[in-house]
């Protein structure tokens, strides 16, 4: 399968600041899928990426693919304590994740 | 209301005692999964599904059955299971490759 990294593992920001995580291949990637996990809860979709350079935003969230396809971000911009959670890219038809990014809010 | 529907939510069970973890989907789509979730090593893939009699192992089948024998249904089997089984385990939905949909978890302690 497509096995992506993910930097950092944990993340501890204090509110108002900004929040990146970054996920990587080796290889090209086919789409990229980004998913939110609150503590105690499920993974939740965020949004798929396909095309090269592609960058979409929500909100305060913006997620990009890079050129050659072999990288991702997310970006979260002022950090609210509604962000805390895992942030977890996921790649390839049986969708295989990255270990995730833990954040961390402070007020 | 599309779902997928997990049970039970958490169990604890011996050593070698047979289980099977059920994962039902409304939403009619082929592609399911099964992952475990362990402090630090992110979702790995147990197994999943491309639709109905086809399944395949991901990248930590060993200890795991699954069926596939109606569109719906994703059973996750433990036929002897052993502590190091001792998991949250997630089932997840998608319509080839798309938006995944997650069950609630079932978190497994075995003893």
């Known amino acids: 399968g497509q096995q992506v990294m ?25 789409n990229i899928q980004w998913y939110k996990q609150r503590p105690g809860g ?3 979709f965020l949004i798929q990426l396909v095309k090269s350079g592609e960058v979409k935003k ?4 913006t997620f990009q693919f890079g050129e050659a396809k072999k990288n991702s971000s997310l970006h979260i911009t002022a950090t609210q304590t509604t962000d805390v959670g895992t942030y977890f890219c996921a790649s390839g038809y049986a969708l295989n994740f990255g270990k995730g990014t833990s954040l961390l809010v402070t007020p | 209301e599309a779902q997928v529907t997990q049970n039970p939510r958490y169990l ?5 005692k047979k ?35 086809v399944t395949d192992k991901g990248d ?15 059973p996750l089997i433990l036929e002897s299971p ?19 949909f997650f069950g609630q978890g079932t978190r497994l302690t075995v003893v």
């Not at chain 2, 604890?12 to 070698?16: E, K, L, N, R």
């Not at chain 2, 989907?25 to 147990?46: A, F, K, T, V």
């Not at chain 2, 930590?60 to 994703?74: A, H, M």
């Not at chain 2, 502590?83 to 490759?97: D, I, K």
């Open chain 1, 42 to 44: 499920h993974p939740v």
């Open chain 2, 19 to 53: 289980l099977t973890v059920t994962c039902s989907q409304n939403m009619n789509h082929e592609y399911m999964s099964w992952y475990r979730q362990d402090p630090g090593l992110g979702l790995r893939q147990i197994y999943y599904s491309m639709n109905v009699e």
């Open chain 1, 6 to 30: 993910q930097i950092p593992q944990y993340q501890h920001v204090q509110e108002g600041e900004d929040f990146t995580t970054y996920c990587n291949s080796s290889t090209t990637l086919s």
């Open chain 1, 58 to 61: 929500q909100k305060r969230l």
């Open chain 2, 12 to 16: 604890i069970t011996v050593t070698g």
């Open chain 2, 60 to 74: 930590v089948p060993e200890g795991y059955k699954v069926s596939r024998k109606e569109k719906r249904n994703f």
């Open chain 2, 82 to 100: 052993s502590p190091n089984q001792t998991s949250l385990y997630f089932c997840a939905s998608s319509y080839r490759g798309a938006e995944a």
